[in-house]
Every structure is written in C-alpha cells, then in structure tokens.
C-alpha cells in the first residue's frame, strides 16, 4: 500500500542574521552559495547513505536528557518503504512526547533518502535545503506566521550536512514568552533530515538550537557519515 510521504512537523523560522556559510567535511557534497549560484561538487556515493532497522538505531538512548525542558520520552515512528514521491526510496518518521510542567514538549526527526541514482532529484533536493536557508538571511525577525502567531527569535546556519539551516521561534504573545519552536533542516549526500522540538518552560533559544544540532550531528554518524 502506497503511503504518503508526511511532511516534517515543525514551524517555519524567519531572520535575516547573516553567519558564515556551514561547510561539510571531505567526502561529503559541499553546498555552495554564490551570487545565487548554488554549486556542488559531483561525488555522492553510489550505493548512497542507508537507514538502519527503526527510530531506536537513529537517535541516542538518553533523547530525554539532550533536550532542555524534557524529562522521560516515549519514542515512536515507522520506517516507510512505499511512499508516493518520486526517486524516495525510503522515509524515517520518529516522534517523541512527553507530559512538561501541565503541557506537552514535542520531538520529531524525518529523514528522506533519495535515490542516489536519480543526480537531477538529488540534486533539487539539495537546492531546496539550500534555498530554505538563503530565505532565512533575506526575512526580517519581525515577520510572524503561525497560529498561534510566532516570530524567529534565533537562527543559524549548521556544522553538519550542506546548506542546512536552524530556527528557533517564539510567541508573539507576550504573556506566553516561555515557549519555543525549535526546528532543523539539512542535506547529507542523497538523504534530507528535519528535526523538530517544541517545549514548554523557560529554555533559551541557543540551548535548544544546540541540542538539536548535536542529535544531528549524531544522526548523520548513524546515516553513515
């Protein structure tokens, strides 16, 4: 049975801070922004990178304790191996909740794997991540969106992956300033991965945009990188 790919749940993050472009290591496709030009070296693996069996091989055992405001999570989620896109092969969905101080936190991680085949699908995708981070540069902090209305409160560009960007946001309501959407997104060879987490409790945004580049960095060893 065909399954529809599920879109990331997180919340969109606007800013115009301008920080250096993240730069991958050797052997992975380096994204490259100039004058608009996005340019990529030619080498993606052949075989690509590989999901492993569930959500448990994909993130640490003590998710909990890396998120600020969490305490126990139970996490949960399916591999895909029918999806209705073209040139996915397969699709990791991983959610994780937890009951924080009367409300709930959230987390989730998804990662696309492209078929490393297909260099034109490939391709637009690692456009696409990058287009997502010029568009963080170009907005203004003060935009809102969302319901409840949000504004970015925080933004950088990431150490892992190609292109890749994260946001944290708030709310526009002044009464309820302690809580935070915090949501990442970057490439790495033929796979696209989003992480979101969303908390209740005073968490400042630089704490949980480096918990969530940390578990990236992680996911990204386990993808095979």
Do not use: K
């Not at 052949?46 to 003590?62: F, H, T």
């Not at 399916?78 to 924080?100: F, K, P």
């Amino acid at each position: 049975m065909n399954t529809t790919l599920p879109e990331p749940d997180r919340a969109p993050g606007r800013s115009r801070r301008r920080l250096p472009f993240a730069l991958a290591g050797v052997g992975v496709a380096a994204a490259l922004v100039l004058g608009g030009l996005y340019v990529w070296s030619d080498h993606t693996r052949d075989e690509g990178v590989s999901l492993p069996r569930d959500c448990a091989d994909l993130l640490p055992a003590d998710l909990a304790e890396r998120l600020p405001g969490a305490d126990e999570i139970e996490l949960r989620g399916e591999m895909l191996d029918t999806v209705e896109q073209e040139d996915v092969l397969r699709v990791a969905h991983c959610e994780a909740g937890d009951d924080v101080d009367g409300d709930t936190a959230h987390f989730s991680l998804q990662v696309v794997l492209y078929d490393p085949a297909e260099n034109e699908s490939v391709r637009r995708m690692r456009e696409s991540v990058a287009q997502g981070r010029l568009a963080r540069e170009e907005d203004d902090f003060e935009s809102e969106y969302g319901d409840p209305p949000m504004r970015a409160v925080e933004w950088r560009s990431l150490s892992v992956g190609d292109g890749g960007y994260a946001t944290a946001s708030g709310p526009v309501d002044e009464e309820r300033t302690d809580r935070l959407w915090s949501s990442l997104e970057y490439s790495f060879d033929n796979a696209r991965v989003s992480l979101f987490h969303r908390t209740d409790g005073r968490v400042e945004p630089e704490e949980d945009l480096d918990a969530l580049e940390d578990l990236a960095i992680e996911v990204t060893e386990r993808l095979g990188g």
